[in-house]
């Protein structure tokens, strides 16, 4: 039986660069995308000692020529796509939102949600000519059901509007055959922490005091990236045939708590 094909983005890292580690050891061929090209490039050596055909693909998600790249190769490399993971993103700035600049609004708008849209704009077609398919979304508990990221408001505005588009493509993309979910991670130990510029946080912070650490489940560890690529392998694969539309938080109960 042929493999499915995968396309990644954001997989130099975190969640997309474990998403990519375990797609492979389930028998995907992958289509990694990432502005970082020079990682992209050792992650697809990596991969392909495991027998995936891997195709590193350096871009933009927010630049339609870099997206259009990227599906001229999967057409040339690979014929056909199954699955998509609209991973890629970024924390941007944070900051009171009287001196966050249209600038720094913009940019993170641009990324998160602009990105999330050209990916999706320009794979469903692939998706539809093979009448099947499955997209997850990476949102995010803020935004969601958390809002204590202190001046994270244009991040939080792109993280619930991931989880509007599952929603409301869910049903448009059914009749093609095609599911969507999105998951919304909690605190995850990634590199996103090299995307995020912090200003003012005593403006924009209401104080509160969590003695006992932030996340239930884990004493106030983090999750790490595996934890949520294990969940996506899961949404794009068979055994979630009649899940469409849904939302998975993957946060230790950390949403749940502040
Ligand atoms: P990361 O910083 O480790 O990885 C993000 C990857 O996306 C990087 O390789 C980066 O080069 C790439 N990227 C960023 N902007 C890009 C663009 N414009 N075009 C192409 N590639 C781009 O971060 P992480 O944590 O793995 O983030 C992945 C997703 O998970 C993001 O959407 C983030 O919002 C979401 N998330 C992360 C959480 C965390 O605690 N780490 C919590 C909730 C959501």
């Not at 014929?79 to 700035?93: E, F, H, P, S, Y």
Request: a negative charge.
């Amino acid at each position: 039986m042929n493999r499915p094909v995968a396309f990644i983005t954001g997989a130099s890292s975190g969640i997309g660069l474990a998403t990519a580690r375990f797609l492979a050891s389930s028998n995907y061929h992958l289509m990694l995308f990432d502005r970082d090209g020079g990682t992209l490039e050792a992650v697809a050596s990596e991969l392909e000692t495991i027998g995936a055909k891997v195709i590193a693909i350096a871009g933009n998600i927010a630049c339609e020529a870099d997206l259009d790249r990227a599906m001229s190769s999967i057409r040339t490399n690979f014929g056909c796509l199954d699955a998509v993971v609209a991973n890629a993103g970024i924390n941007g700035v944070w900051a009171p939102i009287d001196d966050l600049s249209p600038d720094e609004w913009d940019t993170t708008i641009r990324v998160n949600l602009r990105g999330t849209y050209l990916t999706l704009n320009r794979t469903v077609p692939l998706l539809k000519e093979k009448g099947a398919g499955s997209i997850v979304i990476v949102a995010s508990i803020n935004g969601v059901r958390s809002f204590t990221n202190a001046g994270a408001t244009a991040y939080s505005a792109t993280k619930a509007a991931q989880v509007a588009m599952t929603y409301q493509l869910a049903l448009e993309l059914a009749r093609a055959g095609i599911r969507i979910n999105v998951v919304c991670p909690g605190a995850i130990d990634t590199n996103i922490d090299a995307s995020t510029e912090i200003r003012d946080r005593q403006e924009t912070e209401v104080p509160v005091i969590w003695p006992e650490g932030t996340i239930p489940l884990s004493d106030g560890e983090p999750g790490m990236a595996s934890d949520v690529a294990e969940t996506i392998r899961f949404l794009l694969s068979d055994a979630a045939r009649h899940i469409t539309g849904t939302p998975v938080f993957i946060d230790g109960g950390q949403g749940l708590l502040k």
